[in-house]
């Protein structure tokens, strides 16, 4: 008997999809995922080849019903992904490099070992979170348990926050808010877009990209702008009231939120390949081993010299302390003035990304670690007498692939906030109608699971700025 295959795909916005539907005899067996990619299989039995059909041909006929078409398996390519792949040096005993302090071991308390090369970090008061290039994200409170886990389809360029609400942003174009029971897709950025960075602020999306762009995207993910700078391979991308700051291979520049106009632009001394900012002040970290300071009004501040190409920076509050990480798997600490104040050896790999949090700086690195380093000044001499704490290893615990359309029901309205999914033009709409809020606003609701003329209960919804809620919380469908 042989083999029946059905292939489909959804091409909708920035959505490319495949569905693969092969019966074979008895069996049936599902192929579904990002178009370019293999993507994940199952199969199943039935009693006979007739029931085998039936169940394939349901499957097709639902798959079909939301959008999907009969296409050519390889006529669609995948989308553009680059990852950030800059070799790691590890000096040859005996050189000067070697025999800088960085010798000597920063003190780790603990590492967890997520299982790929890791990007994404948050810290806050009780979790740290890291999301990896294997598309797995793990918060950790701050002894290193794990407290929460999810499995994403395709690998975390970073994770930030905006407020209350956390985002993954990933190597499939898609930000996924975290601040509920499951991740769901906030955002999708456009098929040819090769992300390289993301920030948000106040729900307004900022994309940094291989080219050297800037797109600003809306809440309800429509493009706003797009402003090419003068440089290539943007890594950076910072968002606040003020504006957005972007770094490329030729410096920094200060856009104006509503239209992309320059406010500032600034040359660095070598290609910007990371970030960071404090309430007043802008760092950008460059391949020549320099973090250049700003303030957000562009005057030029201290240059932090370091040994090395810096994948990574950050500073504690109003910049007391500036921090980097170098591809020698080193970190430094600076004073505001420029002082170099100590360097040591990660033992985990090159940071990619960092943050400094209550005297602790925690690292995300090439080895896949999430590191918590005691950068106390106490923690600090210690380490450079030679004594350090025996840091606790953690294994990462196996994860499923979280879904990311699944949502729970619900009677009842209770505490909650009631919300309408209604279509506009060709688009799906979402706004509140629980009494006490402005009809005529818009919510940012998540995309993948809204439904035309369903209605929701969220735990919360927020004022934003510019004239629209958000939901916060999580999501439940109310029925009948």
């Known amino acids: 008997m042989a083999e029946e295959t059905t292939y489909l795909e959804l091409s909708e916005g920035s959505s490319h999809k495949f569905y693969e539907v092969k019966v074979n005899g008895a069996e049936v067996s599902i192929r579904f995922g990002r178009i370019g990619d293999a993507g994940q299989t199952s199969t199943a039995s039935y009693e006979s080849h007739e029931k085998a059909k039936a169940e394939?041909?349901?499957?097709?006929?639902?798959?079909?019903?939301?959008?999907?078409?009969?296409?050519?398996?390889?006529?669609?390519?995948?989308?553009?992904v680059t990852r950030r792949h800059i070799a790691v040096e590890r000096p040859a005993r005996g050189t000067a490099a070697s025999r800088q302090p960085a010798d000597k071991p920063a003190p780790?308390?603990?590492?967890?070992?997520?299982?790929?090369?890791?990007?994404?970090?948050?810290i806050d008061e009780s979790l740290c979170w890291v999301g990896n290039e294997a598309g797995k994200i793990f918060a950790l409170d701050h002894t290193g348990e794990v407290r929460a886990k999810f499995k994403l389809p395709d690998g975390v360029k970073c994770i930030v926050a905006d407020d209350d609400w956390l985002y993954a942003g990933c190597d499939d174009g898609k930000?996924?808010?975290l601040s509920s029971k499951s991740p769901r897709i906030a955002y999708e950025i456009a098929e040819d877009v090769d992300i390289y960075w993301l920030d948000i602020s106040d729900g307004v999306l900022a994309v940094s990209d291989a080219q050297g762009s800037v797109t600003i995207i809306n809440h309800e993910d429509e493009t706003q702008w797009t402003h090419q700078s003068r440089g290539m391979n943007a890594w950076m991308v910072r968002a606040d009231e003020i504006g957005v700051y972007h770094g490329h291979s030729e410096g920094v520049t200060m856009y104006d939120w509503e239209d992309g106009r320059v406010i500032w632009e600034r040359p660095t001394r070598g290609s910007v390949l990371f970030g960071w900012q404090e309430e007043a002040t802008v760092y950008a970290s460059t391949h020549e081993g320099k973090v250049h300071s700003f303030s957000k009004?562009?005057?030029?501040?201290?240059?932090?010299?370091?040994?090395?190409?810096?994948?990574?920076?950050?500073?504690?509050?109003?910049?007391?302390?500036?921090?980097?990480?170098?591809?020698?798997e080193a970190v430094y600490c600076f004073n505001e003035a420029g002082e170099?104040?100590?360097k040591l050896a990660t033992g985990c790999g090159a940071a990619y990304s960092m943050q400094f949090f209550n005297d602790r700086?925690?690292?995300v690195t090439t080895d896949g670690s999430l590191a918590s380093i005691d950068a106390s000044e106490a923690a600090i001499q210690s380490a450079q007498e030679g004594s350090i704490?025996?840091?606790?290893?953690?294994?990462?615990?196996?994860?499923?692939?979280?879904?990311?359309?699944?949502?729970?029901?619900?009677?009842?309205?209770?505490?909650?906030?009631?919300?309408?999914?209604?279509?506009?033009?060709?688009?799906?709409?979402?706004?509140?109608?629980?009494?006490?809020?402005?009809?005529?606003w818009r919510c940012q609701f998540p995309k993948g699971i809204r439904e035309e003329g369903a209605r929701y209960v969220v735990d919360e919804v927020r004022e934003a700025r510019g004239g629209f809620y958000r939901a916060y919380g999580n999501i439940r469908k109310l029925v009948s």
């Open 56 to 80: 394939a041909a349901k499957k097709i006929n639902q798959k079909m019903k939301k959008g999907y078409e009969h296409a050519v398996m390889g006529e669609r390519k995948k989308r553009p």
């Open 340 to 342: 170099r104040l100590w």
């Open 389 to 440: 704490p025996e840091a606790v290893s953690i294994k990462a615990p196996q994860v499923e692939e979280s879904s990311v359309t699944a949502v729970e029901t619900t009677a009842a309205v209770g505490r909650g906030v009631e919300v309408e999914c209604y279509r506009e033009g060709g688009k799906l709409r979402v706004r509140v109608i629980s009494e006490g809020f402005n009809k005529g």
């Open 361 to 363: 700086l925690y690292i």
């Open 175 to 177: 930000v996924y808010d």
């Open 108 to 122: 780790v308390l603990w590492k967890f070992e997520s299982g790929a090369n890791a990007f994404g970090i948050f």
């Open 297 to 328: 009004r562009g005057e030029p501040g201290t240059v932090y010299q370091c040994d090395a190409a810096i994948f990574s920076c950050a500073a504690a509050e109003d910049g007391k302390y500036v921090f980097a990480a170098d591809n020698r």
